[in-house]
Nanobody
């Protein structure tokens, strides 16, 4: 059974940093994609970033240059380092994962992922 455990959210002032973690377990193959999505109150869930098992990384324009996604394969954990946080970044952040079945275009789409973590709340105060 695939399980994802997201953690690291919290309250931070604007301009501050947080690092989210997503621990994955249960995959039968190493050929995976792990993504981060976020959902702010009253808004749709949006894609933030993703990383493939090859180490290819992709970012939404809204976070490019501020957020960095990385992976520690020995720990089966993906990190999202978030710097220069803005109140607009306030949201529940979810990690999602699946096998790499399709090309990278699809990795930005929430419906691509069959496995989701429980979400971790990030609040950025002004």
């Amino acid at each position: 059974e695939v399980q994802l455990q997201a953690s690291g959210g919290g309250l931070v002032q604007a301009g501050g940093s947080l690092r989210l973690s997503c621990a994955a377990s249960g995959f039968t193959s190493d050929d995976t994609v792990i993504g981060w999505f976020r959902q702010a109150p009253g808004k749709q869930r949006e894609w933030v970033s993703c990383i493939s098992s090859d180490g290819d990384t992709y970012y939404a324009d809204s976070v490019k240059g501020r957020f960095t996604i990385s992976s520690d394969n020995t720990k089966s954990t993906v990190y999202l380092q978030m710097n220069s946080l803005d109140p607009e970044d306030t949201a529940v952040y979810y990690c999602a994962a699946d096998h790499r079945r399709l090309g990278k275009f699809f990795w930005r789409v929430a419906s691509y992922y069959n496995y989701w973590g429980q979400g971790t709340l990030v609040t950025v105060s002004s």
